[in-house]
């Protein structure tokens, strides 16, 4: 297998393991939002730092250029903390949707990259897979937007915008070990944290509730951070956007399995059009002449 695909599949298990994040968050209930994001990537940065410390050393695993660090770092606490803020100024819905553009965005940037062009299949593809997203978030219902929930929307736009800009622009540190992520994870714990002593009111945690933020610093704002690393540093960018599309579907798959999500017409349809997006993206991508 080639790099470039090994890459874009350490990207697309990223996108698997994020598609758990709603379900673990649920079974966190009752942690407020900003010390979840604490422990559960403080969980999650001590866990990289053990395995760095496994490989042969701490210093030699983390050690990255400035620019990578703080780019890693603004990318991870930036969108986090924009996303949060979204949520609480604006109905989860409208939020959420405006936060799924990041896909779409992170196609169209990639295509700004040098040797890099704006593929029609893949640019429709992603299409689809937001309209997908869309009908999942919004089961079909029509959105309510209103202008007293404009500075959520801004902060959803911007947590997205957060995240398509970080995703695209790590392409420039390719040369970095995906193991140097482990730093902004903890730079984002330690935030989070200063933040929650700020803004809210420490919950002492269930045994189920540490087993969930658990769970969350192994997978999802783990080892996930870690292999999307890899995947936007040296994968398919573009695909990798197309397939983000599928973490919301995943999610709700999730939900269902754990009985706290009902079925919907609007999950089939989802579906079938990120697989019609999927076929109409990858079918350039057999092309040789095709740059990658």
């Known amino acids: 297998m080639q790099d470039t695909q090994r890459a874009t599949l350490a990207g697309a298990s990223a996108i698997l393991l994020w598609s758990a994040l709603a379900v673990l968050t649920a079974a966190s209930d009752g942690i407020p939002p900003l010390q979840l994001l604490a422990t559960s990537f403080g969980l999650g940065a001590l866990l990289g730092l ?12 983390l050690r990255q250029p400035p620019a990578a660090a703080l780019l890693a ?14 949520l609480k100024r604006a109905p989860v819905v409208e939020a959420n949707l405006i936060n799924y553009l990041w896909p779409l965005l992170i196609v169209l940037f990639a295509a700004l990259l040098p040797g890099q062009r704006l593929r029609p299949r893949v640019l429709v593809g992603t299409l689809l897979g937001l309209l997908g997203a869309a009908l999942v978030v919004t089961r079909g219902s029509a959105l309510q937007l209103a202008d007293e929930h404009l500075p959520g929307y801004l902060a959803a736009l911007g947590a997205a915008l957060a995240w398509a800009l970080y995703s695209v622009l790590n392409r420039r540190f390719a040369a970095v070990p995906s193991s140097a992520i482990v730093g902004p994870c903890l730079i984002t714990a330690v935030l989070g944290a200063l933040a929650h002593m700020i803004f809210e009111q420490t919950v002492a945690p269930t045994p189920t509730q540490w087993l969930a933020m658990l769970a969350m610093g192994l997978g999802p704002v783990g080892a996930a951070f870690w292999l999307w690393d890899t995947g936007t540093k040296r994968g398919d960018l573009a695909l990798l956007g197309l397939l983000s599309y599928a973490a919301p579907l995943l999610s709700t798959a999730w939900l269902l399995l754990a009985g706290t999500a009902q079925p919907h017409w609007t999950q089939g349809l989802a579906v079938a059009l990120l697989i019609l997006g999927a076929v109409l993206a990858l079918r350039p991508a057999r092309d040789s002449s095709t740059v990658p």
């Open 50 to 61: 053990g395995l760095l410390w496994r490989r042969g050393g701490i210093l030699a695993g």
């Open 73 to 86: 770092s603004a990318g991870l606490a930036g969108y986090h903390a924009l996303y949060f803020t979204a």
